[in-house]
């Protein structure tokens, strides 16, 4: 609005709640990047005819309303639709024997969700959902279901991958996305079967980045998404989507004191799930690169991680880099010190070793580090290790 009289005119002929409606709803769209809001494309996309003006009121005929829904409840239903065809639910079950037969029963064990990856009918979920179940069975969309087994897992990142013994119906493979360009508040959506509720849709934010959580095998899982999306019980491996339908990240932990939702989830970033899963699908397990290079928690005042050895044949040996030394007086000296990683600073062996695990078997390393050259010297060189 131009003046305040013009606020107060249109405030005394009714308008007003209704603009700020419109106009909210046309600023939340453009927010999220949503292409051609004003334009004919979005309209085609959703049965109307019109554009929408910042100061229609919300009628079907100005276009706001399509069949009694706004433009961006429309635009999560049809990403709903999308995508909840690439979801399915697991269930585990344990073979036990009664008390009154030798025939084996399948005992129910604990359910969960995973996902479409391709179409050769790989399913992607959490390694906690499946375990060690004797069987597994995958439930698709349209309720059909198929017995699966686990082809290979990660417990560092508490990923696992399943082969179907039957495909769906129709495979619908997940679009997979780059976490690396999420940001604080962007909304995300996780479609999951909590409670063993099929295809439960939940809508938040994304709460933080670069959370850290501890995986399956005790390890610790870097680069988290917090998100107050609902996660329940059930939801563990369903997929986190961004606005447009892709995955973000895979759901897979709580922060709660009575183990259901409070505000507060996790989801493993969609780059290491590309990375782990296509390792697993190719070799039958995750295939970490090594540096060889043996360090110190400790790093004695200096900024950077001291090397404490170098295993022979390593990728450390053919860089150059040096351990610890025996100095004139018998004491030890420090050899190499590394400050960065691949441009990235690095205090910690934790923090290098996050660094390492973003690469491939057969990639090259650079590495910054300070050498020690006498009492009282160090000279900065740069290195190039082969993975």
């Known amino acids: 609005w131009e003046s305040l009289a013009a606020l107060r005119t249109l405030a005394n002929s009714g308008g007003f709640v209704h603009a700020v409606a419109s106009r909210r709803v046309s600023v939340d769209l453009e927010s999220r990047g949503w292409d051609a809001f004003h334009g004919p494309k979005l ?25 009694g829904l706004f433009i961006d409840e429309q635009y999560v239903v049809n990403m709903f639709n999308k995508c909840r065809h690439s979801v399915v639910h697991i269930r585990s079950y344990d073979q036990a024997m009664t008390l009154f037969s030798l025939n084996p029963v399948q005992i129910p064990r604990g359910s969960g969700t995973g996902f479409v990856w391709d179409d050769k009918g ?33 417990a560092d990142k508490d990923i696992a991958v399943l082969a179907t013994e039957g495909k769906g119906p129709s495979l619908a493979p997940v679009q997979v996305g780059f976490s690396n360009l999420l940001n604080v508040g962007q909304r995300v959506f996780a479609i999951g079967n909590p409670f063993g509720l099929d295809q439960t849709l939940t809508a938040g934010i994304v709460s933080g980045l670069g959370r850290e959580i501890t995986g399956a095998g005790g390890k ?75 360090c110190l928690l400790d790093h004695y005042g200096k900024r950077g991680v001291v090397v404490h050895s170098v295993e022979p044949g390593s990728a450390a040996e053919r860089a150059g880099l040096r351990g610890l030394q025996r100095g004139a007086g018998g004491g030890w000296v420090i050899g190499d010190l590394i400050v960065a990683a691949a441009g990235q600073p690095v205090v910690h062996p934790e923090e290098l070793q996050s660094v390492i695990e973003q690469f491939e078997t057969g990639d090259i390393l650079n590495l910054t580090v300070d050498r020690v050259v006498g009492p009282d010297r160090m000279d900065r060189i740069e290195i190039q290790a082969h993975l």
């Open 122 to 154: 790989h399913i992607v979920t959490n390694l906690h959902v499946v375990g060690s179940a004797g069987t597994l069975q995958v439930a698709w969309a349209d309720g059909k279901t198929a017995t699966a087994k686990v082809q290979g897992a990660s």
């Open 43 to 67: 309209a085609r996309q959703f049965g109307g005819s019109q554009t929408l003006s910042a100061n229609s009121a919300p009628t079907e005929s100005s276009g706001q309303l399509q069949g």
């Open 220 to 294: 610790t899982i870097r680069d988290v998404i917090q998100t107050d999306a609902a996660i329940n019980p059930g939801n563990s491996g369903g997929p986190l989507l961004d606005s447009q339908g892709r995955l973000v990240g895979v759901n897979t932990a709580i922060a709660s004191s009575s183990g259901t939702f409070s505000g507060v989830g996790f989801a493993i970033p969609s780059n290491t799930v590309r990375r782990v899963v296509s390792q697993i699908i190719r070799h039958g397990r995750e295939v970490q690169p090594r540096l060889g290079a043996n």
